[in-house]
């Protein structure tokens, strides 16, 4: 029986968005991406050897858009090759179909939902966007392949403390049993090595060019996925509003008041939010 991944990796600017994004799929399917995207990375690689230009040592989304660093103009990376280059990682991620999965929300928005002495909100927003991200992924798991078991493996360059205590804390999270029960283990990565996370990155990077468009509505960004990915990959979005933030801050005001969770909460929102009470949601004071 195959087991099931999911890598994810974030994407963000510090003043606006921060999003998670990754794929889903099970073993054999993870193998069947993993070998073309190598042989493409080689490819390149042989290409630039011949010019006496340096190799690439992995896909880096926000480096390919931008031209910067391995993928620089000076290296033997214009525009026209990195396009090319993009393109045909989306062709490989197309022609297998695991299900893609994002998201996030704008940093500046929860700020106003958050302690004054919260120093960082950021991690407040990772940690419900993670939450959200293995929602999902239980959904998908619950409906489709029930009895399956999924490991988590997350790109640990950047925030990957983040991931982890998030992680940790679901273990006590009274809401979270079932994702308890589907989720095996989560494990770091390192993308340079871990070709899966790279494919994640694809998709987080994409998923959060979106995102920061506030004026996209969720279909828009879906069918703008969907184009880049082929109509195989089945792929879901959730933004977090303002209002979503405003709710989750009520619904951890009447848990601590012993209310119904949902009273008074108008958007709707399936991620467990107990965990989130010590995360630094103000609570309303009337």
């Known amino acids: 029986m195959d087991d099931w991944e999911l890598h994810l990796d974030e994407s963000y600017n510090d003043a606006h968005t921060l999003c998670i994004g990754g794929f889903l799929a099970p073993r054999s399917m993870w193998d069947a991406i993993v070998k073309p995207w190598r042989e493409r990375l080689d490819y390149e690689n042989r290409r630039?050897?011949?010019?006496?230009?340096?190799?690439?040592?992995r896909y880096h989304a926000t480096d390919v858009e931008s031209g910067n660093k391995e993928f620089a103009i000076k290296k033997g990376w214009p525009r026209d090759r990195r396009k090319l280059l993009n393109r045909r990682m989306c062709e490989i991620i197309g022609q297998i179909g695991p299900c893609g999965i994002v998201v996030g929300g704008r940093i500046d928005e929860i700020e106003k939902h958050t302690d004054k002495g919260n120093k960082d909100a950021k991690e407040t927003l990772y940690d419900i966007c993670f939450r959200m991200v293995l929602a999902d992924a239980e959904q998908v798991m619950r409906l489709r392949f029930p009895d399956r078991k999924v490991r988590v493996i997350y790109d640990d360059s950047n925030y990957g403390k983040y991931i982890r205590r998030a992680f940790e804390r679901m273990?006590?999270?009274?809401?979270?049993?079932?994702?308890?029960?589907?989720f095996l283990e989560c494990i770091p990565g390192d993308s340079v090595t871990c070709l899966e996370l790279q494919v994640s990155d694809l998709l987080a990077y994409?998923?959060?060019?979106?995102?920061?468009d506030a004026g996209k509505g969720g279909s828009e960004m879906r069918?703008?996925?969907r184009k880049l990915l082929g109509s195989k990959?089945?792929?879901?979005?959730?933004?977090?509003?303002?209002?979503?933030?405003?709710?989750?801050?009520?619904?951890?005001?009447?848990?601590?008041?012993?209310l119904p969770t949902?009273?008074?909460?108008?958007?709707?929102?399936?991620?467990?939010?107990a965990g989130l009470t010590s995360m630094g949601l103000m609570m309303n004071n009337g």
């Open 48 to 57: 630039n050897a011949k010019k006496q230009l340096p190799e690439i040592r």
């Open 233 to 258: 990959t089945p792929i879901q979005i959730t933004r977090f509003t303002d209002q979503n933030f405003q709710d989750l801050r009520q619904m951890i005001d009447n848990i601590k008041a012993g």
């Open 206 to 212: 994409e998923g959060f060019k979106l995102l920061n």
């Open 262 to 273: 949902d009273q008074g909460v108008i958007s709707k929102l399936e991620v467990s939010v």
């Open 171 to 182: 273990q006590t999270d009274p809401g979270a049993v079932a994702m308890r029960a589907l």
């Open 223 to 225: 069918a703008a996925l």
